[in-house]
């Protein structure tokens, strides 16, 4: 052990707090936590669980933010797949400006097109279903997307794509049995982002939902306001969103650093 | 790579065009014919041209909420950048501790916006809460409820929490890549560790740091809902960022003239300067 691991190390420590606290929270009574500082539960109880695995307006609130985060993350990569490859492989009329236009959707606040969207979804008829939230959130994630892929793709030396004409494959045979297979690492990372992106926004997610399809962590929101302030529900139903996170991470940690740097180190 | 010219490449594009022009063009221009119309309900509107630019930009409280989020962006820019760095810097570089670092750092970034508010939230309470308790118990007069500074210092706590590990990830990702004949070469030349930084690693990192700056910047800029459930803009209005100011006159008051054209105003802000960082970054890699 170096002495600069300490560094590190102090930070993950910073980090895990505000996390211990959440999930100690979720293991404590109501009464205990409005009563007094106590530094882990003294009454152990798995009542908060217990209650959001049995209501289901709560345990369908994780159903409907999987399955837009889902949709959306499908929708995004498919459609982005195609026009990465274009961006990376072809010049072509207004490129470039197409290319910052996409970037400038990232950089769109949320804030402002809430209340526009609401209205559209509305007109369109998807209001309040998973779709709504799944396509507004294409918004951000397609040109975050196409970033990505782009990034990788500039990463396969062109003689690939060449050869394999030569060889007289036709450009979609090729696409799908040459080229997505060598950058499955760039499709997961992208994949990966898109579920993150999705998973934790929660300003349109929020505005397009009213009951149906309502997502897990919009619902923490509602206990606070309908229900009093049941600390350790809300705590119980935070700690549960932190799950699909992890699991996820876990299978692109590899992969992670390289695709925080879109692909491009 | 050189690129050949083809025309037919826009049939590739034209998906990505379809979904993100139905999503952002529309919208968008919703919010501009507000911006350029007066209503009196009802669905009933008619043409005030720039009234509400004029009224918006002349605003103090449009101000102040600008300037704000210009005062919270610089401070966790500040932060987050060279606390990032530093902390890729120091990671072990293989080994088993690699993943373990990568996965728990990361975890921050995978939590949906309100659950960190909430999760600060209760963290910072000076009763109940960890974080506040601890602070009084050492002394400090900490409510960040009733202090603005108080709010303020949480807020910035809870983005340098949530963030800084994109920072470090970024810059461990361009620290991996540097080949290590550089490292050979600088130790031949007897270079001192603060050389190294110096000329190799600090130039090599310049891409990653400026994707680093471009995303803290743009998302900064747009904090909402971390700080809606944190604070609620308050007390009184120190910590009303621009988002949270548009949502109350949006949503709040319904004034969706001044709320169409404020919206503009912070969008074109957000543009021209990722404009600059995207003209930046784009010279480095031509060159």
């Given at each position: 052990?170096?002495?600069?691991?300490i560094?590190?190390i102090l930070y993950?420590?910073?980090?895990?707090?505000?996390?211990?606290w959440?999930?100690?929270m979720s293991f404590?009574?109501t009464?205990?936590?409005?009563?007094?500082f106590?530094?882990w539960p003294q009454?152990?109880t798995l009542?908060s669980?217990?209650?959001?695995?049995?209501?289901s307006t709560?345990?369908?609130?994780?159903v409907?933010s999987?399955e837009?985060?889902?949709?959306?993350t499908?929708?995004?990569?498919a459609?982005a797949?195609?026009?990465?490859y274009?961006?990376?492989?072809?010049?072509?009329?207004?490129?470039?400006?197409?290319f910052?236009w996409l970037?400038?959707n990232?950089?769109a606040?949320a804030?402002v097109?809430?209340l526009?969207f609401?209205?559209?979804?509305s007109?369109?008829?998807?209001?309040d279903t998973p779709w709504a939230?799944?396509l507004?959130?294409t918004l951000?994630n397609?040109?975050?997307?196409?970033?990505?892929?782009e990034?990788?793709?500039?990463?396969?030396?062109k003689?690939l794509?060449?050869t394999?004409y030569?060889?007289?494959y036709s450009?979609p045979?090729?696409?799908v049995?040459?080229?997505?297979p060598t950058?499955?690492?760039?499709?997961?990372?992208a994949?990966?982002?898109?579920?993150?992106?999705s998973?934790v926004e929660?300003l349109l997610?929020?505005?397009?939902?009213a009951v149906?399809?309502?997502p897990?962590?919009a619902?923490?929101t509602?206990?606070?306001?309908t229900?009093?302030y049941?600390?350790?529900?809300?705590?119980?139903?935070?700690t549960?969103?932190?799950?699909?996170?992890?699991?996820?991470?876990y299978?692109?940690r590899?992969?992670?650093?390289?695709?925080?740097?879109l692909?491009r180190? | 790579?050189n690129?050949?010219?083809?025309?037919?490449?826009?049939?590739l594009?034209?998906?990505?065009?379809?979904?993100v022009a139905f999503?952002a063009?529309i919208p968008?221009?919703t919010?501009?014919?507000y911006?350029v119309?007066e209503?009196f309900g009802?669905?009933?509107?008619?043409w005030s041209?720039v009234q509400?630019?004029q009224e918006?930009l002349?605003?103090?409280?449009?101000?102040a909420?600008l300037g704000?989020q210009?005062?919270?962006t610089a401070?966790?820019?500040?932060?987050e950048?060279p606390l990032?760095?530093a902390?890729?810097?120091a990671m072990?570089?293989?080994?088993p501790?690699?993943?373990v670092c990568?996965?728990?750092m990361a975890l921050p970034?995978?939590?949906p916006?309100?659950?960190v508010?909430s999760?600060?939230?209760?963290?910072?309470l000076p009763?109940?809460?960890?974080?506040g308790?601890?602070?009084?118990?050492?002394?400090?007069?900490?409510n960040y409820t009733?202090?603005?500074?108080?709010a303020?210092?949480?807020?910035?706590?809870?983005?340098v929490w949530?963030?800084?590990?994109?920072v470090?990830?970024l810059c461990?990702?361009?620290?991996v890549a540097?080949p290590?004949?550089?490292?050979q070469?600088?130790?031949?030349d007897?270079a001192s560790?603060w050389?190294?930084f110096?000329?190799?690693q600090?130039?090599?990192?310049k891409?990653?740091l400026?994707i680093?700056?471009l995303?803290r910047?743009?998302?900064?800029?747009?904090?909402y809902?971390?700080v809606q459930?944190?604070?609620?803009?308050?007390p009184?209005?120190?910590t009303t960022?621009l988002?949270?100011?548009l949502?109350k006159?949006a949503?709040?008051q319904?004034?969706?003239g001044?709320?169409?054209?404020?919206s503009i105003?912070?969008?074109?802000?957000?543009l021209?300067l990722?404009?600059?960082f995207y003209?930046l970054m784009?010279?480095?890699?031509?060159k």
């Amino acid at each position: 052990m170096r002495k600069r691991s300490i560094v590190p190390i102090l930070y993950i420590v910073f980090l895990m707090l505000p996390i211990y606290w959440l999930v100690t929270m979720s293991f404590k009574t109501t009464n205990e936590i409005l009563g007094g500082f106590t530094p882990w539960p003294q009454n152990f109880t798995l009542d908060s669980y217990r209650k959001i695995f049995t209501d289901s307006t709560w345990y369908m609130g994780y159903v409907a933010s999987i399955e837009y985060v889902v949709l959306n993350t499908i929708v995004s990569v498919a459609v982005a797949l195609p026009a990465a490859y274009a961006f990376s492989r072809y010049r072509f009329l207004g490129d470039k400006h197409m290319f910052f236009w996409l970037l400038t959707n990232r950089m769109a606040p949320a804030a402002v097109f809430a209340l526009p969207f609401y209205q559209l979804y509305s007109a369109v008829g998807l209001f309040d279903t998973p779709w709504a939230v799944a396509l507004s959130h294409t918004l951000f994630n397609i040109p975050l997307a196409v970033w990505i892929l782009e990034g990788f793709m500039s990463g396969v030396p062109k003689e690939l794509d060449e050869t394999a004409y030569v060889d007289g494959y036709s450009f979609p045979r090729f696409f799908v049995k040459i080229f997505i297979p060598t950058i499955a690492a760039g499709i997961g990372v992208a994949c990966f982002f898109c579920f993150m992106f999705s998973w934790v926004e929660m300003l349109l997610a929020k505005t397009l939902t009213a009951v149906a399809a309502k997502p897990i962590a919009a619902l923490m929101t509602k206990t606070a306001s309908t229900s009093g302030y049941e600390l350790g529900l809300l705590a119980a139903a935070g700690t549960l969103t932190l799950i699909p996170g992890a699991v996820v991470i876990y299978f692109v940690r590899n992969y992670i650093a390289k695709g925080f740097a879109l692909g491009r180190v | 790579m050189n690129k050949t010219v083809n025309q037919k490449a826009w049939l590739l594009v034209l998906p990505v065009f379809l979904f993100v022009a139905f999503n952002a063009i529309i919208p968008l221009m919703t919010v501009v014919n507000y911006s350029v119309q007066e209503t009196f309900g009802n669905n009933i509107f008619s043409w005030s041209g720039v009234q509400w630019f004029q009224e918006v930009l002349q605003s103090e409280r449009f101000r102040a909420s600008l300037g704000r989020q210009i005062a919270f962006t610089a401070t966790i820019l500040v932060i987050e950048i060279p606390l990032g760095l530093a902390i890729a810097l120091a990671m072990p570089r293989k080994g088993p501790w690699v993943s373990v670092c990568l996965v728990l750092m990361a975890l921050p970034l995978l939590i949906p916006w309100n659950v960190v508010g909430s999760m600060w939230n209760v963290f910072a309470l000076p009763e109940i809460g960890l974080m506040g308790r601890g602070l009084n118990a050492l002394g400090f007069d900490f409510n960040y409820t009733r202090q603005p500074g108080d709010a303020w210092f949480t807020i910035v706590l809870m983005d340098v929490w949530h963030w800084t590990s994109l920072v470090v990830l970024l810059c461990y990702a361009g620290l991996v890549a540097i080949p290590n004949d550089y490292y050979q070469a600088a130790k031949i030349d007897g270079a001192s560790a603060w050389a190294v930084f110096r000329f190799i690693q600090l130039p090599k990192l310049k891409r990653v740091l400026t994707i680093a700056i471009l995303l803290r910047f743009m998302d900064s800029f747009m904090i909402y809902t971390e700080v809606q459930v944190l604070t609620g803009g308050g007390p009184g209005s120190s910590t009303t960022f621009l988002s949270i100011d548009l949502f109350k006159v949006a949503l709040g008051q319904f004034d969706l003239g001044p709320a169409g054209a404020m919206s503009i105003v912070y969008f074109l802000i957000i543009l021209l300067l990722s404009w600059v960082f995207y003209t930046l970054m784009m010279r480095n890699e031509a060159k």
